[in-house]
T-cell receptor, first 115, second 113 residues
Framework: DSGVTQTPKHLITATGQRVTLRCSPRSGDLSVYWYQQSLDQGLQFLIQYYNGEERAKGNILERFSAQQFPDLHSELNLSSLELGDSALYFC??????????????FGPGTRLTVL | AQSVTQLDSHVSVSEGTPVLLRCNYSSSYSPSLFWYVQHPNKGLQLLLKYTSAATLVKGINGFEAEFKKSETSFHLTKPSAHMSDAAEYFCVVRGQAGTALIFGKGTTLSVSS
């Protein structure tokens, strides 16, 4: 158990809908990262937040957005869902230091299925 | 830009035989490299990491990896495979911005009895 929690574990929805994925980092970690794992694209970095502020962006679509709240939990919002958005979405956390050597601890993931 | 290439998409071994999972990296500076493992329907677990200290890195569960700058390689090895080692293994490099991780395509390790 990494200490990173994600809810829900599974999510099934229809095209065009909007969903919210939630992540709680390990106690004391200030950074939260979101990754997407799909069959065709593999594991890709989406976005990082550090202590409530966006720090880095990867291959995140404009239909997707994220935020980190004062209690440090994070939400990833996916809208206008398409079939190709079906994937496993991981959250990871690291910190509390701002340095680049911090290990990232991954949550169990949320499996999103878009029908 | 940083990248990693996992040379085998699937490796099959017998229980008790050595494991070798190959990874080459590309980086414009001294990289931070990792191996992660993903068991079926589980999250990602860090096996080991290289951050410019010793070139031979020991990880959990008997795995180790050697950083070879001249060959730009970071292969993962284990002397004797166990059935529980069957999983997906990812070679990972830290991105240039120093935050995000860049994953290889993964190698599926199968272990037969």
């Amino acid at each position: 158990d990494s200490g990173v929690t994600q809810t829900p574990k599974h999510l099934i929805t229809a095209t065009g809908q909007r969903v919210t994925l939630r992540c709680s980092p390990r106690s004391g970690d200030l950074s939260v990262y979101w990754y997407q794992q799909s069959l065709d694209q593999g594991l890709q970095f989406l976005i990082q937040y550090y202590n409530g502020e966006e720090r880095a962006k990867g291959n995140i679509l404009e239909r997707f957005s994220a935020q980190q709240f004062p209690d440090l939990h994070s939400e990833l919002n996916l809208s206008s869902l398409e079939l190709g958005d079906s994937a496993l979405y991981f959250c990871a956390s690291s910190g509390p230091a701002r340095g680049t050597s911090n290990e990232q601890f991954f949550g169990p993931g949320t499996r999103l299925t878009v029908l | 830009a940083q990248s990693v290439t996992q040379l085998d998409s699937h490796v099959s071994v017998s229980e008790g035989t050595p494991v070798l999972l190959r990874c080459n990296y590309s980086s414009s500076y001294s990289p931070s490299l990792f191996w992660y493992v993903q068991h079926p329907n589980k999250g990602l677990q860090l096996l080991l990491k290289y951050t410019s200290a010793a070139t031979l890195v020991k990880g959990i569960n008997g795995f180790e990896a050697e950083f070879k700058k001249s060959e730009t390689s970071f292969h993962l090895t284990k002397p004797s495979a166990h059935m529980s080692d069957a999983a997906e293994y990812f070679c990972v490099v830290r991105g240039q911005a120093g935050t995000a991780l860049i994953f290889g395509k993964g190698t599926t390790l199968s272990v037969s009895s």
